[in-house]
């Protein structure tokens, strides 16, 4: 019933910022965090940031704090990439996923209860 779909990917210099957006559709669990996830050729795919209706985030620490998750209203995710690396290269993920009132961490996959199609993200050097 819930769907997601992304958009704003591409490819871009090292340096260089993009802004990921995620649409939501149905009616999602009033629990559930939006989140995004990333995943590389050969890697396994992780969980990047998560953000709750209470406004609480969780954020990899591999990002360095170079990329900020936000939302618009309880239909519209966004994931803003800042200052791209090459190993950020990969493709982005929105999803919907369980939170602390499950007791789960919303960056495991395990976490996840709705995922998007994915966007690509290219970082050159």
């Known amino acids: 019933q819930v769907q997601l779909m992304e958009s704003g990917g591409g490819s871009v210099q090292a340096g260089g910022s993009l802004k990921l957006s995620c649409q939501i559709s149905?009616?999602?669990?009033?629990?559930?965090?939006g989140a995004w996830f990333r995943q590389a050729p050969g890697k396994e795919r992780e969980g990047v940031a998560c953000?709750?209706?209470?406004?609480?985030t969780t954020y990899t620490d591999s990002i360095k704090g170079r990329f900020t998750i936000s939302k618009d209203g309880a239909n519209t995710l966004y994931l803003q990439l800042s200052t791209l690396k090459p190993e950020d290269t990969a493709m982005y993920y929105c999803?919907?996923?369980?939170?602390?009132?499950?007791?789960?961490?919303?960056?495991?996959?395990?976490?996840?209860?709705?995922w998007g199609q994915g966007t690509q993200v290219n970082v050159s050097s």
């Open positions: 149905g009616r999602a669990h009033p629990n559930a965090y």
């Open positions: 999803a919907l996923t369980r939170g602390p009132s499950w007791g789960v961490d919303c960056l495991r996959m395990s976490a996840v209860l709705n």
């Open positions: 953000l709750g209706r209470a406004g609480d």
